[in-house]
């Protein structure tokens, strides 16, 4: 009668997986859904939600826990060529200069050090004709924009960070819509300052995005609505 051989592997357990399949998928799923970057709006105190009428705003992005151990953000800049006016993360910075890692092209950091560097080949008897047409990278954008024009805005930069992006609207604590001939108490204006300074910002996240993209909704519109609202 032949001898049944068992394998010596199948004689001990198994090794059970740390987790299960279920909590890998819903890590991974939770990973992908981490925003690398946030595109900041600061709002003036002047802000109007009138479609028509502009409102001064800073706009501002950032790379997600790129500081202290992954604790903080780290402020991005903007390439300064307009035919490429991509973001470009501050670690690529160098001594005084940068290289636009999209198109490729050199950039000053600030006016201070492209003056220093013209005023360097100039007391060396050089030409620095070709050093003034470098342009320098931008980190904040002011502008004077009605709803619809920011919403374009906020749009296509989040589209130039492949669609990785939350995105921050911060208003201004002493911003006040009111019509103050409904205001008989002058305790009012004390209650409503107390409201100001505690007013949080509004923020679409990367998951709230992609979920409503999912759903047919248009980005621009989703953005217009909420920097109306």
């Known amino acids: 009668m032949p001898v049944r051989r068992t394998s010596a592997l199948s004689k001990k357990e198994k090794p059970k997986p740390k987790i299960t399949v279920a909590e890998m998928e819903a890590v991974k799923k939770e990973l992908g859904l981490r925003a690398q970057y946030k595109i900041e709006i600061l709002f003036s105190r002047h802000r109007s939600p009138n479609l028509m009428k502009p409102s001064p705003l800073m706009l501002l992005i950032w790379e997600s826990g790129k500081r202290f151990h992954g604790g903080g953000d780290q402020k991005m800049y903007w390439c300064g060529y307009s035919n490429c006016d991509m973001p470009v993360s501050s670690e690529l910075f160098a001594y005084m200069h940068v290289v636009c890692p999209h198109c490729n092209r050199e950039l000053f950091l600030d006016p201070k050090s492209k003056q220093a560097h013209v005023k360097s080949m100039q007391d060396r008897g050089l030409n620095p004709d070709d050093m003034r ?5 931008v980190g904040e954008r002011l502008a004077n924009l009605t709803p619809p024009k920011l919403a374009e805005l906020l749009e296509k930069t989040w589209r130039k960070l492949n669609g990785d992006a939350d995105i921050y609207l911060k208003f201004s604590p002493y911003e006040i819509r009111y019509d103050p001939k409904y205001d008989d108490n002058s305790r009012t204006i004390d209650n409503l300052e107390r409201v100001r300074l505690q007013r949080q910002p509004v923020i679409y996240t990367l998951k709230n995005i992609l979920v409503d993209l999912a759903a047919g909704a248009e980005l ?10």
């Open 133 to 137: 047409g470098i342009p320098y990278v």
């Open 220 to 229: 621009r519109t989703r953005l217009l609505a909420m920097i109306t609202s």
